[in-house]
C-alpha cells in the first residue's frame, strides 16, 4: 500500500505556496492511487496524532512517501528514529525530492546527512532572527511586541469624543473598536483612582 503524509506546522505556510493541497498534488502526481493523510498543528504544539496513527497502521510492504524530508521529521535524532522504525517493520521511505530511502548502510548516511543540513538551516534561521532582534533593541524605540494599532493621540480624541457621544457613535467615528475604547477607558479610569488614593492624606 502507497501512503502519502502531508502537513504543515505554521499559518504561514498556508500561504507560502507549500500547503496541504500543493503537498497532497505532489504525492498524487507520482502516485495517483496512494491514500494521503493530511495534518495542520500549530508551531506550539509537539504531538502528531494523525502522523503517529499512520505509523502504527503501516506494515511490511507498505511505501511512506512525502514531498520532502522536513514533512517527515523537524530534527535529525527525530528523522532517524522514525525512518529506522520503518525499516525496521519492513516498510519503504520515499522522499520525493530526495529519493527512495533504503535500509542499507550508505542509505542511512545518506539519510543523517540530508537530516543535518535541513536541521543546521533551521537553527541558522532562528540565529539571525534572534540576532537581528537583539539589534533592534539597541536602537532608540524599540518596542518588544507587536506594534500599536492606535497612537495615544488618537486614543485620547477618541476618549474626548465620549464625552458627548455613545461608543457606538465614537466607533463608527474613529474606527477604533468599543473594545478598545472601553479597555482605555476603564485603564484610565483605574489609574486616576489610584493616583488620588496616593494623595489621600
Do not use: C, W
Amino acid at each position: 500500500m502507497i501512503i502519502g503524509y502531508a502537513r504543515v506546522s505554521t499559518k504561514g505556510q498556508l500561504k507560502d505556496g507549500y500547503s496541504l493541497e500543493v503537498q497532497q498534488q505532489e504525492i498524487l502526481g507520482r502516485y495517483e492511487n496512494a491514500r494521503v493523510e493530511l495534518e495542520q498543528f500549530t508551531g506550539t504544539t509537539t504531538e502528531r496524532p494523525v502522523f503517529t496513527k499512520l505509523i502504527s497502521e503501516l506494515t511490511q510492504g507498505d511505501t511512506l512517501v512525502v514531498s520532502k524530508l522536513d514533512r517527515l521529521a523537524r530534527n535529525t535524532v527525530e528523522g532517524i528514529q522514525i525512518v529506522q522504525e520503518l525499516f525496521d517493520k519492513g516498510v519503504a521511505v520515499h522522499v520525493l525530492n530526495v529519493g527512495l530511502l533504503e535500509n542499507t548502510t550508505m542509505g542511512k548516511f545518506f539519510l543523517t546527512t540530508l537530516l543535518a543540513v535541513a536541521e543546521m538551516e533551521r537553527n541558522t534561521i532562528i540565529e539571525r532572527t534572534q540576532t537581528g532582534k537583539a539589534i533592534a533593541k539597541t536602537k532608540a524605540g524599540f518596542k518588544e511586541g507587536r506594534p500599536k494599532e492606535y497612537t495615544e493621540t488618537q486614543i485620547n480624541m477618541a476618549l474626548d469624543l465620549l464625552k458627548e457621544n455613545s461608543y457606538t457613535q465614537v466607533a463608527k467615528m474613529t474606527r477604533i473598536s468599543k473594545a478598545t475604547l472601553t479597555r482605555e477607558q476603564r485603564k484610565r479610569k483605574m489609574e486616576f483612582e489610584k493616583k488620588t488614593i496616593r494623595k489621600e492624606p
